[in-house]
């Protein structure tokens, strides 16, 4: 939004509001002038002509007292005042405005054209005086002192009604302006809740971007990237604000989300890293775990290849297969650790196993072998039966006088590869599986096969990364089950 | 805290209140300031073509309401300005004439006057009439003066129409009294008063009816009363009487009933004052009275005027209407009354 697209800016808003505000003020005032202005032309109507016409009939009296000094004493200084009068009344009644739209305009006019009358009669008086006509300035002296009369009677006869009229105007003044208070009192009152809502909106319209801006500043501050966007709704500075914090806010979040990818790929990479150190390490471990408890299988090949040589002159066949078959177990054992191998070479190598200790232990110890041919292919680490039923045969059935039973079985269950090493022996106690499977012993050389086992399981799991492969199910003489669910690998 | 549209509501409706309020504050103040100024003479609140001046005698019955409602329709149709002088009976002449020297002053547009007088009332209208003021006289004529126009009911119709009820109300047999207003004696004789004229050449073609006495009374119920109780006692022979006033007719009426001569004595009256009515109503004491049409006399002078002022020119006498108010045609009248009044 650019600043001419924007239809409204802050400093518009803030001069419509300002304006707003002012506007109403003004109102105020106009009408409170108004009104005052209107109580002032009503208390000048009520009293104004009141005023004038008392001036006139002063102005009447003063001159009827000078017009008859004049014509007592022929002075000439009341003659003097006497006209100054005159103009006095002349300039008076000359201001009348001579018109007939109500009885007090007629009743006026009569007292303009009586004061013309008045005027006449006594400059006829002056110059009959001034003839030295007693009976003429006399007669019309007296026409002037009726005609005097007859304005001061239309004088009265108008003060009075405006007297009347001005008693009824007052009561009705009273009480319309009692009205008029309390309408002035509402209409104050509505201006100052009108102001205030004003106001309200001003700030409202101001704090609100800014609250909403302030939450959401403080959420990224907390880390919270996933906040709403902020919604301004007026289109101003407050929305470019908005907008532009908002974009920042959802820059920072895709920064940060590109940066939490990296760090998982840099992680994932180091467990992949760390798991072939700890595969290196567990490999190695065998093969010291081998050394340590066998002597050198080279040799030991090489010396039983001889006893081979040496059976077959003698003519001892059984000697002969006995020799032959310890020969390729101990090949199969000293084959790389870090190879694969397949779950039939691994049966194979057990059966070899088996055969020796039947030698050994006759008939004691059976060996059954129940193996799904599809599952033969499977790929495995190498030695990863033998040490569990060596397990087997020395935790399970070792200090049985009458012997037991070892099955080995693999089968297919969906998508995976079940192999199972079962004993019938004396089984064992969930401390001593857990003594196996974990590294609670204080001595390795005390517990070799439990280090056999956990090696088996640790290069399953490294091997399949998984860790949930390797289960052991076991009750006390009922015999143990070491059961391995193997994924199928691509 | 509040909602936005709230708010704008809010604004909304305190804005209308307020120009409510600041509308009726500036009519109620306007108001304010014409309630002490004067009303218009007119309606339209035209300005006045003429201004004249009635000169009146305010005890007369006839310049009652009914009167000067008439003048104030004309006022109005001919935006014409009346300006009243109500003089008492008593100083009449003297009062009358000094409003009219107040006419002559003011230089008023015509003046009507009820007059009453002589030579002197004779000069003051030749005088006004010099100033170029026409003169009308209303109800008292003043045939040799220099006048405009006589405007008012005729005595001596008034006479003959007296004469006719009287004669049928009594069957054409009685002895006749006529009380009028003092300030109706102005004939010499009774053959120069019209009304007893009129009444007189009704009775004249009956044997049996006759006027035994005419007397002339204050204006007033107690006057009256005296003037009837008086009359019974030296005048025993008198069973018809007639009163040219609605007030007095009224005293008369209570004579006759306290000096126990409901059913002797035949009373006719006038004016249409509304006890005199109910009396009528009632039958027995007052047969019927003889009202004029005020109001038509009040419309007319104005009318006149005008003519006059527009033509230079208009009748001399101008009569206006009188009715025989009886039972017969009591309600006839009253509605008429109250349709007019309306």
Redesign the interface.
Same mark, same amino acid.
């Not at chain 1, 018109?99 to 007629?106: A, L, P, R, S, V």
């Not at chain 2, 109620?28 to 300031?33: E, G, M």
């Given at each position: 939004m650019t600043k001419k697209k924007r239809k409204s800016s802050i400093r518009q808003n803030m001069i419509v509001y300002s304006m707003s505000i002012i506007v %109403?003020m003004t109102?105020l005032s106009i009408?409170a002038i108004?009104?005052m202005e209107? #109580?002032k032309? &009503?208390m000048e109507?009520?009293f104004e002509k009141h005023i004038y016409l008392s001036s006139i009939e002063n102005t009447l009296n003063a001159l009827d007292a000078d017009l008859l000094g004049f014509l007592s004493t022929k002075s000439s200084t009341r003659l003097n005042e006497y006209m100054i009068g005159l103009e006095e009344l002349h300039r008076a009644t000359g201001s009348i405005v001579i &018109?007939? #739209?109500?009885?007090?305009? *007629?009743?006026m006019?009569?007292i303009v054209?009586?004061t013309m009358?008045?005027d006449e009669q006594a400059q006829e008086a002056i110059s009959r005086k001034r003839l030295r006509d007693v009976a003429g300035y006399n007669m019309h002296y007296e026409e002037s002192l009726? *005609?005097k009369g007859?304005i001061i009677e239309y004088i009265d006869d108008l003060n009075n009604? &405006?007297l009347t009229?001005?008693s009824v105007?007052y009561s009705? $003044?009273v009480s319309? *302006?009692r009205? $008029?208070q309390n309408?002035?009192t509402?209409?104050v009152i509505? %201006?100052i809740? $009108?102001s205030l $809502?004003?106001v309200?909106?001003i700030t &409202?319209h101001m704090v609100k971007p800014i609250s909403n801006l302030s939450s959401a500043a403080e959420e990224i501050a907390k880390g919270n990237l996933a906040t709403e966007d902020v919604v301004v709704e007026s289109e101003d500075e407050w929305m470019l604000l908005a907008n532009t914090f908002n974009k920042m806010k959802n820059s920072i979040g895709t920064y940060v989300e590109e940066l939490k990818y990296t760090a998982q790929v840099e992680t994932d990479l180091k467990d992949e890293q760390l798991k072939n150190i700890r595969m290196a390490h567990l490999l190695d471990k065998a093969k010291l775990y081998a050394l340590q408890s066998q002597i050198n299988p080279h040799f030991l090949f090489n010396t039983i290849n001889a006893g081979v040589q040496m059976s077959i002159m003698e003519r001892a066949p059984k000697t002969g297969q006995f020799l032959d078959t310890m020969s390729r177990l101990f090949r199969y054992n000293i084959q790389q650790m870090d190879s694969v191998t397949t779950i039939g070479e691994e049966v194979q190598n057990i059966e070899d196993y088996y055969n020796l200790l039947k030698v050994r232990f006759g008939s004691r110890i059976k060996f059954q072998f129940i193996i799904d041919e599809s599952t033969k292919d499977v790929k495995v680490p190498p030695l990863v039966l033998q040490p569990l039923v060596e397990n087997a045969y020395i935790h399970g059935l070792s200090g049985l006088e009458e012997g037991g039973t070892i099955i080995v079985s693999s089968y297919k269950d969906n998508d995976k590869t079940i192999i199972v090493v079962r004993d019938d022996g004396k089984g064992m106690s969930s401390e001593t599986i857990d003594r196996i499977l974990t590294k609670k012993h204080k001595n390795e050389s005390e517990d070799s096969t439990g280090i056999g086992v956990r090696n088996v399981r640790d290069r399953l799991e490294i091997y399949f990364h998984k860790s949930d492969i390797f289960r052991i199910e076991s009750k006390i003489d009922k015999g143990t089950k070491i059961i391995m669910t193997l994924p199928i690998m691509e | 805290m509040?909602n936005?549209s709230f708010?704008?509501f809010?604004?909304g409706v !305190?804005?209308v209140? !307020?120009v409510a309020?600041?509308v009726?504050?500036?009519v109620? +103040?306007?108001?304010?300031?014409s309630? +002490?100024? +004067? @009303?218009? !003479?007119f309606d339209d609140?035209?300005?006045?073509?003429h201004?004249i001046m009635f000169i009146i005698n305010e005890e007369d019955q006839i310049y009652s309401d009914v009167f000067f409602d008439g003048i104030k329709q004309a006022e109005s149709d001919y935006h014409i300005?009346a300006?009243i002088i109500s003089i008492s009976q008593k100083n009449y002449e003297r009062e009358m004439l000094?409003a009219m @020297?107040?006419a002559l002053?003011? @230089?008023?547009d015509g003046v009507f006057v009820h007059c009453v007088g002589g030579d002197e009332l004779n000069e003051k209208i030749d005088e006004l009439w010099a100033a170029m003021i026409p003169v009308f006289l209303l109800n008292e004529d003043m045939a040799y003066s220099k006048r405009i126009s006589f405007i008012g009911v005729n005595r001596y119709n008034i006479g003959i129409t007296v004469g006719k009820a009287l004669v049928e109300s009594m069957e054409e047999v009685g002895q006749i009294a006529v009380i009028d207003q003092k300030q109706s004696q102005h004939a010499d004789s009774m053959s120069d008063d019209t009304l007893l004229l009129g009444i007189s050449d009704v009775f004249r073609d009956y044997d049996l009816m006759e006027i035994e006495m005419v007397t002339y009374i204050e204006q007033g119920t107690l006057s009256a009363e005296t003037v009837a109780t008086q009359m019974f006692k030296s005048n025993p022979d008198i069973n018809g009487i007639f009163c040219t006033n609605g007030q007095s007719t009224l005293g008369i009426a209570q004579a006759i009933i306290d000096n126990n001569k409901v059913n002797d004595i035949t009373l006719y009256g006038y004016g249409d004052e509304e006890e005199l009515l109910e009396y009528i109503e009632r039958g027995k004491i007052v047969s019927g009275t003889i009202v004029s049409d005020t109001y038509d006399m009040g419309y007319t002078t104005i009318r006149v005027f005008d003519e006059y002022m527009n033509q230079n020119h208009v009748s001399s006498y101008i009569m206006t209407g009188i009715e025989n108010i009886h039972q017969d045609n009591l309600n006839y009248y009253r509605t008429y009354r109250e349709v007019r009044l309306d």
């Open positions: %109403l109102i009408y108004s009104i209107r #109580y032309d &009503q109507t009520m &018109q007939g #739209y109500n009885m007090e305009d *007629i009743v006019k009569n054209n009586l009358a008045y009726l *005609i007859f009604q &405006q009229r001005n105007a009705g $003044l319309q *302006i009205w $008029l309408l002035t509402i209409i509505d %201006l809740a $009108l $809502l004003i309200y909106l &409202q | 509040f936005k708010v704008l809010m604004i !305190l804005t209140i !307020l309020g600041l009726v504050g500036i109620v +103040s306007s108001n304010i300031a309630a +002490s100024s +004067s @009303d218009f !003479l609140k035209q300005e006045a073509r201004h300005a300006e000094e @020297d107040k002053y003011a @230089d008023v």
